[in-house]
């Protein structure tokens, strides 16, 4: 009943920047946090930033300084902004909400590629 919808992948050249959105829609029993893992083909799907409900932040020690997650509250819409990108950003990413009951929900990712 929860449905997170990602867009704004693509291909990007070194360097360049990107911003990723996600829209949360559905019956969401409060929020927790919200954030965005990415997965590279063969790897585990790693956390890369999380905004929680006040408002923190925590952020993967290979993407501090380069990444920005944000969140627009009313909407239920998470944002972030990658700039300075690297080839081993390459990834799908994955928008993740998690409710007030402890239950967790995914998006369907969307694909980065920052070429060599």
């Known amino acids: 009943q929860v449905q997170l919808v990602e867009s704004g992948g693509g291909l990007v050249q070194p360097g360049g920047s990107l911003r990723l959105s996600c829209a949360a829609s559905g019956s969401i029993f409060g929020i927790n946090s919200m954030g965005w893992y990415r997965q590279a083909p063969g790897k585990q799907r790693d956390l890369v930033a999380i905004?929680?409900?006040?408002?923190?932040?925590s952020y993967a020690d290979s993407v501090k300084g380069r990444f920005t997650i944000s969140r627009a509250n009313t909407k239920n819409m998470v944002y972030l902004q990658m700039n300075s990108l690297k080839p081993e950003d390459t990834a799908v990413y994955y928008c993740c909400l998690l409710d007030g009951r402890g239950l967790d929900y995914w998006g369907q990712g969307t694909q980065v590629t920052v070429p060599s």
């Open positions: 905004i929680a409900r006040g408002g923190s932040t």
